[in-house]
């Protein structure tokens, strides 16, 4: 791809990112640009036991949020079955949703439970959600019902 024809396809990108951005709704904790799991990888975590960025250039929208691959092959298995991927609660920390509140996922802090993806806010946080994930699981699962599409400043 020429310089030229990259810089355009970033642009329309970046449109797209944006225009999607504005019909997000608080159920996905994403960027102001729509961008999802702060540019993680959501499939990297199943495949390679580990946080990893993705690539800018090799993208999928889902849901009006903006995920990136850190290869193709993520991208493929990604589009193929994106419900299988995503974190649980939006991305947004397992721990604060057990708690009735939406606070930022930090895609580091994270753990596979039964196959599916949870984030926590902080290493601390994560520290006190691993002594009783099965009931801070079930917590969260009874407020996600009532927190889902408020806005995080509505739970403040």
């Not at 020429?2 to 396809?9: H, M």
């Not at 995503?86 to 996922?105: I, R, W």
């Amino acid at each position: 791809m020429t310089p030229i024809k990259t810089l355009l396809t970033a642009a329309s990108l970046t449109l797209a990112v944006a225009t999607s951005a504005l019909a997000a709704g608080p159920e996905l904790n994403a960027s102001s640009t729509g961008l999802a799991l702060q540019g993680y990888d959501p499939v990297a975590y199943f495949t390679l036991g580990a946080p990893t960025k993705g690539d800018w250039t090799i993208t999928t929208i889902y849901n009006d949020a903006t995920y990136r691959f850190a290869n193709e092959e993520h991208k493929a298995a990604f589009e193929a079955d994106p419900e299988a991927y995503l974190p649980e609660y939006g991305g947004y920390c397992a721990f604060g949703a057990a708690m009735g509140f939406k606070f930022d996922g930090d895609p580091n802090y994270w753990r596979i439970v039964d196959g599916e993806l949870f984030l926590n806010i902080s290493q601390d946080i994560q520290e006190r959600w691993v002594t009783d994930i099965p009931g801070f699981i079930e917590m969260a699962d009874t407020n996600w019902v009532e927190i889902e599409d408020k806005d995080p400043a509505e739970l403040q």
